[in-house]
T-cell receptor, first 115, second 111 residues
Framework: EAGVAQSPRYKIIEKRQSVAFWCNPISGHATLYWYQQILGQGPKLLIQFQNNGVVDDSQLPKDRFSAERLKGVDSTLKIQPAKLEDSAVYLC?????????????FGNGTRLTVT | DAKTTQPNSMESNEEEPVHLPCNHSTISGTDYIHWYRQLPSQGPEYVIHGLTSNVNNRMASLAIAEDRKSSTLILHRATLRDAAVYYCIKAGGTSYGKLTFGQGTILTVHP
């Protein structure tokens, strides 16, 4: 089966600019996650979708970050405006069911550098 | 929602077994234990998960203590490709099963 696809692979922007990341989950996976991974740390959950509804966005900085999952399939994560501390790898993952007992399948991420 | 506790790093020799420990003393009855690993420049990769009893798959074995407050990931014969950061995760907290990653254990495998 095809894995989780993410694009772009790398992105360099200046602070205060906007950026968007795209994720295509594994076909049929109802749950989609966006994680942020800062260098040297474990991934931090930003937002979790069940189909096209948000079930957890408690750690999403909503003043600058937004995410949507149209038609319960693809998803985009946007940052506007970007700050230096947003430099990180943004990982998308999907699972067939809920994360408690369904393995997560991760993409290889988008590495964002904010200068 | 306390995270799990793992050693920062461990070392092993190639073709020897590796036992990676994890403490999760605040685990609830419905929390699953998941293990993922992450190679450089890649996203995390699912390894194994379990609830109460020991679990085996082609990659590893998961031994869960009887009181469920700790678990051990067992790699039966380490290879150089097993060198990675290993994350032990307590999956629960909500009905949707939030997975919270900690710092993980950096496993070094020596030839």
């Amino acid at each position: 089966e095809a894995g989780v696809a993410q694009s772009p692979r790398y992105k360099i922007i200046e602070k205060r600019q906007s950026v968007a990341f795209w994720c295509n989950p594994i076909s049929g996976h109802a749950t989609l996650y966006w994680y942020q991974q800062i260098l040297g740390q474990g991934p931090k959950l930003l937002i979790q979708f069940q189909n096209n509804g948000v079930v957890d966005d408690s750690q999403l900085p909503k003043d600058r970050f937004s995410a949507e999952r149209l038609k319960g399939v693809d998803s985009t994560l946007k940052i506007q405006p970007a700050k230096l501390e947003d430099s990180a790898v943004y990982l998308c993952a999907s699972s067939l069911g809920r994360g408690r007992r369904s393995p997560l399948h991760f993409g290889n991420g988008t590495r964002l550098t904010v200068t | 929602d306390a995270k799990t506790t793992q050693p920062n790093s461990m070392e092993s020799n190639e073709e020897e077994p590796v036992h990676l420990p994890c403490n999760h003393s605040t685990i609830s009855g419905t929390d699953y234990i998941h293990w993922y690993r992450q190679l450089p420049s890649q996203g995390p990769e699912y390894v194994i998960h379990g609830l109460t009893s020991n679990v085996n798959n082609r990659m590893a074995s998961l031994a869960i203590a009887e009181d469920r407050k700790s678990s051990t990931l067992i790699l039966h014969r380490a290879t150089l490709r097993d060198a990675a950061v290993y994350y032990c995760i307590k999956a629960g907290g909500t009905s949707y099963g939030k997975l919270t990653f900690g710092q993980g254990t950096i496993l070094t495998v020596h030839p």
